[in-house]
């Protein structure tokens, strides 16, 4: 109703001016009204928003490029943890208890808050159907920690995409650090078989990137990180992003207790959000969830997750014990 009687208030107001026909005072209120709304718009913006200001381009929206750019006002990224067995425990009796005390710590204790993350865990190949039945009713999802290059044929060992699918498998990891540096894996292996992942409905993919201490210390983390999340996602429409996580793991600090800050985190996946941007637009690449992983606890969960542009952690060593993996993922609720 306001919004009616303003725009017949500015003709009242200019009905009183000579010299002026009705034509030009409807034109000159239709004008005066506009920016009006444009000014009470803003102001609304930057109240709700005052560590990213908007500016008007064209009929465009855009924010600044600097790091607080990450707060969306639109849309919010839902935390997501995800917890890497490697090659632990020796035993499916080991891990069929693990996977019940999981299973009881989320059905019993978690809160509603809780819900709101994405929990997934992911197994040895051996250990996935267990985790499958056990995990049922929990809310926490089961991934594979690889895939092979084929889908079927004469690969003696090797597990492909649609096996891990069909088995009802949600997520994939691809790219981690020691499936680069043990099996030599290259960045076209990688991106060749997130492709054969996005091939099965409904299959995510969770794609590790990361410098080594060298490359850190000779300040090549944008550059690396820059190079992977290129040549990993080559080919990827704008359609399929939805179905990828990108994990960010400092090599210098997997398995090794050195942690980066989250000031370091969180410039790490800026420099992962620019590349986004830069191949995928603003609206895109800030709806990706970039985690966190290297030597996540639940002591330092909190101060990583209160940056914002770390959207969740992929947890080695204390992803096997279910109370450390518990309190981390009551960590990712901010």
């Given at each position: 109703m306001?919004v009616?009687?303003i725009?017949?208030?500015?003709?009242?107001v200019l009905?009183?001016?000579?010299?002026?026909t009705?034509?030009?005072?409807r034109?000159?209120?239709?004008?005066?009204?506009?920016?009006?709304?444009?000014?009470?718009?803003?102001?609304?913006?930057?109240?709700v928003?005052?560590?990213?200001?908007f500016?008007?381009?064209?009929?465009?929206?855009?924010?600044p490029?600097d790091?607080?750019?990450?707060?969306a006002l639109?849309?919010?990224?839902?935390?997501?943890?995800?917890?890497?067995?490697?090659?632990?425990?020796?035993?499916?009796?080991?891990?069929?208890?693990?996977?019940?005390?999981?299973?009881?710590?989320?059905?019993?204790?978690?809160?509603?808050?809780?819900l709101?993350?994405?929990?997934?865990?992911?197994?040895?190949?051996?250990?996935l159907?267990?985790?499958?039945l056990?995990?049922?009713?929990?809310?926490i999802?089961?991934?594979?920690?690889?895939?092979?290059?084929?889908?079927?044929g004469?690969?003696?060992?090797?597990?492909?995409?649609?096996?891990?699918?069909s088995?009802?498998?949600?997520?994939?990891?691809?790219?981690?650090?020691?499936?680069?540096a043990?099996?030599?894996?290259?960045d076209?292996?990688?991106?060749?078989?997130?492709h054969l992942?996005?091939?099965?409905?409904?299959?995510?993919v969770?794609l590790?990137?990361?410098?080594?201490e060298?490359?850190?210390?000779s300040?090549?983390?944008?550059?690396?990180c820059?190079?992977?999340?290129?040549k990993?996602?080559k080919?990827?429409?704008i359609?399929d992003?939805?179905?990828?996580?990108?994990?960010?793991?400092?090599?210098w600090?997997?398995?090794?207790?050195?942690?980066?800050?989250?000031?370091?985190?969180?410039?790490?996946?800026t420099?992962?959000?620019?590349?986004?941007?830069?191949?995928?637009?603003y609206?895109?690449?800030d709806?990706?969830?970039i985690?966190?992983?290297?030597?996540?606890?639940p002591e330092?969960?909190?101060?990583?997750?209160?940056?914002?542009d770390v959207d969740?952690?992929?947890v080695g060593?204390?992803?096997?014990?279910?109370?450390?993996?518990?309190?981390?993922?009551?960590?990712?609720?901010?």
């Amino acid at each position: 109703m306001a919004v009616e009687i303003i725009p017949g208030i500015f003709i009242l107001v200019l009905s009183k001016l000579e010299g002026i026909t009705q034509q030009k005072k409807r034109v000159t209120a239709s004008v005066i009204m506009n920016s009006f709304c444009t000014a009470v718009l803003l102001s609304i913006l930057l109240l709700v928003h005052p560590a990213g200001a908007f500016v008007l381009q064209g009929k465009n929206l855009q924010r600044p490029t600097d790091h607080q750019s990450s707060f969306a006002l639109f849309s919010a990224r839902r935390p997501v943890i995800a917890g890497n067995w490697k090659l632990n425990p020796k035993s499916i009796a080991e891990a069929s208890q693990l996977l019940k005390l999981l299973h009881a710590n989320f059905v019993n204790h978690r809160t509603p808050a809780q819900l709101d993350v994405e929990v997934v865990v992911f197994p040895p190949f051996p250990f996935l159907l267990e985790a499958l039945l056990v995990l049922q009713g929990s809310g926490i999802k089961v991934g594979a920690q690889n895939v092979a290059l084929q889908t079927s044929g004469a690969y003696t060992g090797e597990v492909s995409a649609p096996m891990v699918r069909s088995i009802g498998v949600d997520y994939v990891m691809l790219g981690h650090s020691e499936r680069r540096a043990i099996f030599g894996e290259s960045d076209a292996d990688i991106n060749k078989k997130l492709h054969l992942c996005l091939a099965e409905p409904g299959l995510g993919v969770i794609l590790c990137v990361g410098e080594t201490e060298d490359e850190y210390e000779s300040k090549l983390l944008a550059s690396v990180c820059d190079v992977q999340i290129r040549k990993g996602l080559k080919g990827v429409s704008i359609s399929d992003l939805s179905r990828i996580i990108i994990a960010y793991e400092p090599v210098w600090a997997i398995g090794t207790g050195k942690v980066a800050t989250p000031e370091q985190a969180q410039v790490a996946h800026t420099v992962i959000r620019n590349t986004l941007t830069d191949m995928y637009g603003y609206q895109a690449a800030d709806s990706v969830r970039i985690q966190y992983g290297g030597s996540v606890n639940p002591e330092n969960v909190d101060s990583l997750m209160s940056m914002p542009d770390v959207d969740g952690a992929l947890v080695g060593g204390a992803s096997l014990t279910a109370d450390a993996f518990t309190r981390i993922v009551d960590g990712a609720i901010h």
